[in-house]
């Protein structure tokens, strides 16, 4: 999500925030186990990030609105700065993806955090590579972290909250040739 690039990628961020390749498997880890049917909702949320990727490299970036609380409760964040504040927002900016990206390759990494806060919601955190594919054919690739904060609800989970983040570059100044 580097806006400062002017890629679709700044269009996405404002209109989106973000989309990502398909998953290459995500090993849970729990912090904080309370009892034992948080390893049921470690797996359940495991395979929610890993239905994720699938689905959206699969089927596209209108796949996100599968995946996104439509709650006006719902933000989402990217590089610090929130671009939905709430469900509905990112509902209309989903709609609107299309124009701007043909499709999306999302991959989660092998570090998936888990942390069960309740039977019915977790907080994850996991590194990610996309690319994204304009309806010009040009290719945009970022890697970086993801964090958010899902829920159960009617016996599906969602997220209720995201946060994307790159890795800072380093000053002009402070680059290595």
Known sequence: ???????????????????????????????????????????EVTAFMETVAREVTRDGPLAWSRFFSTD?????????????????AASAAIAELPKALASVQLSWGTDLRVEVLAPDAATVGVSYAETRVTPKGER???????????QRRAGR????????????????????P
């Open 140 to 150: 945009i690739s970022d890697a970086g972290f993801f964090t958010g904060t899902v």
């Open 157 to 176: 989970w969602l997220f209720h909250n995201a946060h994307w983040s790159l890795p800072l570059e380093p000053p002009s100044g402070d680059r290595k």
């Open 1 to 43: 999500m580097r806006a400062a690039r002017g890629s679709p990628r700044t269009t996405l961020a404002c209109a989106l925030g973000a989309v990502f390749l398909a998953s290459g498997g995500c090993a849970a880890t729990t912090a904080g186990q309370r009892g034992p049917g948080d390893a049921a909702t470690v797996s």
């Open 72 to 88: 006006p409760e719902f933000y989402m964040a990217v590089n610090g700065q929130r671009v939905f504040p709430s469900g509905a």
